[in-house]
């Protein structure tokens, strides 16, 4: 654990030097400084729980965005450039590398969502509008936890690719696929299946279920009872919540799906690389 822990400040601390860190930590600052500037110029019209809810509204396209592009190269650079057989030289496990990584860069991702939420509500204040610290908290919770989700992703898919395209591609792929796509795949696997034309009848139980697995979906579930006023700022990239509420809408199952997309990915990426020939 402590090997892993000293890549995941390697990581953390080596991020300084990366010209993509400055790119994204400059969206993460406008996002803040845009965020409350909006809120704080209608004060009349914001309440407690206006800033955390811009802010994450604005983190789920923006800071996805983010977290896949300077998370996507983390293990494939190294590989390509050496520094892994460096590393692995040294006493660090495959291990330690893959899932040092993945914390590492969901620490800074992290860090820098707190920076948002912080700039957004100073300025929203001095500006006169209400600040509510508990949505704050809320929002950065659910933010990290959505940001660990494509951490995982990118990580992933960076330890089980073999050259730096082929990661960059995936990830950003997948990225697309989970926030603007994700939502039709039902309906082109029964295009396919209903013989190239447009199928006919009421929408099946899995392919609603389906719009449920998705990670922005499954922690809005998750999180709609718990941060009420805030929840429904991931709404814009998820499937809604029908009125029978199945299972598949329950919290606890929208907690084991979140869960899933934490853990799965990056280790599918780890398993892959220990079994690599570098």
Do not use: C
């Not at 209400?130 to 809320?138: D, F, K, Q």
């Not at 979906?217 to 429904?232: E, G, K, M, T």
């Amino acid at each position: 654990m402590n090997r892993l822990l000293q890549i995941a400040r390697k990581d953390f601390r080596d991020a300084a030097r990366d010209r993509e860190l400055y790119v994204a930590g400059a969206l993460f600052l406008l996002l803040g400084l845009a965020i409350g500037y909006i809120v704080g110029g209608s004060p009349e019209q914001a309440d407690g729980a206006s800033v955390a809810f811009g802010s994450l509204a604005g983190l789920t396209f923006i800071g996805t965005l983010a977290a896949v592009a300077l998370s996507q190269n983390q293990i494939v650079g190294k590989r390509s450039s050496g520094e892994l057989r460096v590393l692995l030289s040294l006493p660090f496990s495959r291990r330690d590398v893959v899932y040092g990584s993945f914390f590492g860069r969901w620490a800074l991702l992290a860090t820098m969502s707190i920076v948002t939420l912080v700039v957004a509500a100073g300025l929203a204040f001095l500006r006169g509008a209400p600040v509510g610290v508990a949505p704050l908290l809320g929002a950065i919770v659910l933010a990290s936890v959505l940001l660990g989700v494509f951490v995982s992703l990118a990580v992933g898919l960076s330890a089980g690719s073999e050259n730096t395209a082929r990661a960059a591609a995936g990830s950003f792929g997948i990225f697309i696929v989970v926030l603007f796509l994700w939502g039709e795949l039902p309906g082109i696997v029964r295009y396919v299946l209903n013989g190239f034309s447009s199928p006919t009848g009421a929408t099946p139980s899995w392919a609603k279920a389906w719009g449920h697995l998705q990670p922005i979906a499954a922690l809005r579930n998750l999180s709609v009872d718990v941060f009420p006023d805030i929840a429904p700022a991931l709404s814009a990239f998820a499937n809604s919540i029908p009125e029978s509420q199945p299972v598949y809408t329950e919290p606890w199952f929208g907690a084991l799906v979140v869960l899933a997309w934490v853990v799965l990915p990056v280790t599918a990426g780890y398993l892959k690389l220990r079994g690599a020939d570098l």
